[in-house]
């Protein structure tokens, strides 16, 4: 399809690629967009109806809305605006240089400018800035008739009719009612009557990752944002947490690979933008690791003794830095799913050391069969190797465990205790352990 539509452009076929354009979903549309010549884009873009233009403006990258808004004029701008949903546009705004910002602000109607800022000065990772404020409203003293009149003359503009909203003349959420059980019900029945009265809401300073885990575990359409007097003040809707889930999901991804998010798809991100994000980590485990190197230097006498067992140090660190690298992932993502709690803390660490175990063992006497048989190693050695590959697991395993849940007590992210961390300590463990063996052993 893509092909199709830049070969009619080069064409200069605009009737065909109208046609061709104009049927299309806004989100398939927008990827399209993308990869149109900039120079043609604001013409394409002229191509299009006004709410379909609207809606695939909403899905495009934020350098071509860029492109866009600066080929607007000011009266194509404001159409634009008028036809986005308000969270869409805070997304936008969100993403402009400030001089764009200006232009967009001052095409905008002062109610929805002021509806703006409103959610502009929530915090970042807070649900107030996620939220939309275009939800229909009823009355509990409304019959279900009544009620049906005002969707239909007010829910034009909303973001989701489905579920609708009972509030006093306060604005404080009271309950809800869906679509479907007004559908179901007597034209006389009061709201009141038939409205659900245990709500599930959530706080505007709530964290977003927090509001967007709740619309998924209990299967929501859109979750109610209230303020500190249970005024609601904008709802979530599960379009907007999926985007949040996925960036969060990203983020710990970045975090758990020992890089800064930079919050930019890959192609976007500049070579020295890559760099920033990456070297100070790469830098500090650098520096971490040469603990390692102070160990095996305190040993180096020994070493010389019985060189074979240098021969082993990569199998011990290497197997250490998995296993403790299976636990950390397994319980960050627990964290993340809200699966796992600070106080089952005590409940994980015996389940690992009892995994921690079988699979040192296993390891361990696979190991033993494949040193006597084809290393052809002395027992003594062998013996040292398999009892630090067992202590070095359990290790891993306790380790990589804990620190996901001790960084989540403590504040921050569990991402950040992840496979690189983890490699650096139990790698230092590990040798410790390892030589102490041969310590004893060996003498």
Not at 186 to 195: E, H, L, R, W
Not at 400 to 417: E, N, Q, S, Y
Request: hydrophobic share 50%; aromatic share 6%.
């Amino acid at each position: 399809m893509t092909e199709k539509a830049l070969a009619l452009l080069s064409e200069k076929k605009f009737s065909q690629l109208k046609e061709l354009l104009r049927e299309m979903n806004p989100v398939d549309l927008a990827g399209i967009l993308e990869e149109m010549p900039l120079e043609s884009l604001p013409l394409v873009y002229r191509l299009l109806p006004k709410e379909l233009a609207a809606e695939a403006f909403a899905e495009m990258d934020n350098d071509q809305q860029e492109v866009l808004i600066q080929a607007f004029s000011d009266k194509e701008l404001q159409e634009i605006l008028d036809e986005l949903y308000l969270d869409d546009a805070v997304d936008i705004i969100e993403e402009m240089p400030a001089s764009v910002v200006k232009r967009i602000l001052r095409q905008t109607k002062p109610e929805v400018r002021k509806k703006i800022n409103e959610i502009l000065h929530y915090p970042e990772d807070s649900a107030g800035s996620i939220m939309t404020i275009e939800y229909v409203d009823l009355k509990k003293a409304m019959t279900v008739e009544e009620a049906f009149h005002r969707i239909r003359s007010t829910g034009v503009d909303k973001e989701t009719i489905y579920t609708c909203y009972v509030t006093d003349s306060d604005r404080k959420l009271e309950g809800l009612v869906t679509v479907k059980e007004l559908l179901l019900s007597p034209k006389t029945a009061i709201i009141g009557d038939i409205m659900q009265t245990h709500v599930i809401a959530a706080s505007t300073m709530d964290d977003k990752e927090e509001v967007a885990n709740q619309l998924q575990k209990y299967d929501f359409l859109a979750l109610p944002v209230v303020d500190q007097e249970y005024r609601l003040v904008g709802i979530v809707t599960f379009d907007d947490a999926m985007d949040v889930l996925q960036e969060e999901n990203t983020e710990d991804i970045e975090m758990m690979a020992a890089i800064t998010p930079t919050g930019k798809p890959y192609l976007k991100t500049s070579t020295i933008d890559l760099w920033k994000k990456r070297v100070p980590w790469l830098l500090l485990l650098m520096v971490s690791a040469t603990f390692t190197g102070k160990i095996i230097q305190a040993y180096e006498s020994a070493l010389a003794a019985q060189v074979v067992l240098t021969a082993f140090i990569p199998m011990l660190m290497d197997t250490g830095g998995n296993a403790g690298s299976q636990a950390s992932v397994t319980i960050i993502r627990g964290l993340s799913l809200g699966e796992i709690q600070m106080i089952d803390i005590f409940k994980i660490i015996w389940k690992e050391i009892r995994v921690a175990f079988l699979c040192g063992l296993t390891l361990s006497l696979a190991n033993f069969a494949k040193m006597m048989l084809l290393d052809r190693v002395g027992l003594s050695v062998a013996l040292i190797v398999c009892l630090t590959l067992v202590v070095t697991v359990i290790i891993a395993k306790i380790t990589g465990c804990t620190l996901p849940i001790l960084a989540k007590r403590i504040g921050f992210d569990p991402a950040v205790m992840a496979s690189p961390f983890i490699t650096t300590i139990v790698d230092a463990l590990s040798l410790i352990v390892y030589f102490n063996f041969a310590s004893m052993l060996l003498h």
